[in-house]
């Protein structure tokens, strides 16, 4: 063999290895894109779920509070159909579920 000729084919294989891990990196930067969307909707729905919790209880204790002071039975009945009572200054109050009050006995 001639001295180049080593170099030459040692050239091509380091040249197809280089071809090989670009194709591997932009794979992988693919799987990564589609994971961090995942993640990133995920992250949107629990923020999203926080700020309606939130929303959540300030209708109920603006529902318990009208309740009390207008003494609206019809409003105290659909809170408590919904799990809530409500005490002597207005507040909600979850009410205990029925299988805790009977695992409870």
């Keep these: 063999m001639r001295p180049g ?36 909707q995920r992250q949107q729905f629990i923020s999203q779920s926080i700020e309606l919790g939130r929303i959540n209880d300030a209708l109920i204790r603006a529902l318990a509070a009208a309740a009390a002071n207008s003494n609206d039975n ?23 579920s029925p299988t805790a009050a009977g695992a409870a006995r």
């Design 5 to 40: 000729v080593w170099l030459y084919w040692a050239a091509v294989g380091l040249s197809g290895l280089t071809l090989l891990l670009v194709v591997t990196y932009i794979v992988l930067v693919q799987g990564n894109r589609s994971v961090q969307l995942q993640v990133n």
């Design 74 to 96: 019809k409003l105290r009945n659909l809170l408590a159909q919904s799990g809530f009572t409500i005490n002597a200054a207005g507040e909600p109050e979850k009410a205990a």
